[in-house]
């Protein structure tokens, strides 16, 4: 059966490249307009970043009691280990899951369950559950600080679970690359190649990728930009990365490669779960910012800001669509 609406669409970008900024773009269309020119249904969106920020909450709080970081050696710093890349993603499994089955979770405790969600992650990554082995006291103290933002989490996917999921679109928002200077092909825990693998087979089966292209420069600007004078780490569209991170991290991202060497053209090749997968790609180019202006308030959105960025992602979403169908 021919779908008439992406199920799926990976969103994916450099930090700071406009992946949040299309999201409130979509959010903030016409259903009707929406479906028509992009090929996309009412949104459902999932996002890495809660995670990757709830992580640092986590050994914000394990330093102030005077306990050894887990997951990062800094706030400012990459993870200690790129393996939890991998968890990431298979919290966004979960998610993806979770959504599809409206599971309504039942728990005394929202960050006792989140942090066995992440332990589990953890260990289908390769990892020690860490947070399981904390002394039971330090634990217990995580726990209660952290309750609130790790209900916020859950109520965030929770919130969303719609009655029924015809022409609808699961937006899968995330951010991969390496370390500044690195050649290609990325290796190791680097980048899409290491991360794209893991996500699920039921997933990867009914995705497309809308990649906005962006340069490493442009993305450092652009966060050094967006983050300045914001002091709220756990927004999506105003959170800013630290540059030890924008460097080791995003200094580079191989999409593009990942596309110029990909058995099928306009599409990115995937060996995973014993098959082969060739996504449909569309590439959105933002190095001349087109999406800056979705930050502000709707009211001061102005038809030609509108106009731009709309042609440019349809431009994308029409390619992608022309190999989603086949």
Known sequence: MRETVFQTILLLALPASGKSEVRNFMIHMDPEKLQNEFHIGANLQLDDYPYVHFLRCIDTELEKENQPRIFYPANDKPLTDGRDWATFIYLLNEDYHNLHNRLHVHCDSASAYLFQRIDRAASAAGLDMRLANLPSSVRLHMQQALEEPAAVILHDLEKQYPDSFHNKTLIIECARGGKDGSLMPLSG???YQ?????????LLEHAAILYIRCTP???RARNN???????DQA???FHGVPIDVMMEDYG????LYLLETSAVKNTITLHAHERTYHLPIGVFDNRKDQTSFLRRDKS?????EIDTVTKGIRSATDTMWAHYNK
């Open 225 to 231: 930009k967006r983050s300045k004078g914001n002091t």
């Open 300 to 304: 001061t959105w102005t038809k030609a």
């Open 252 to 255: 580079c991202d191989d999409m």
């Open 235 to 237: 927004s999506n569209l």
């Open 194 to 202: 290491f991360s794209l693998p893991y996500l699920s087979h039921d």
């Open 189 to 191: 825990t680097q980048g």
């Open 217 to 219: 420069e442009q993305s």
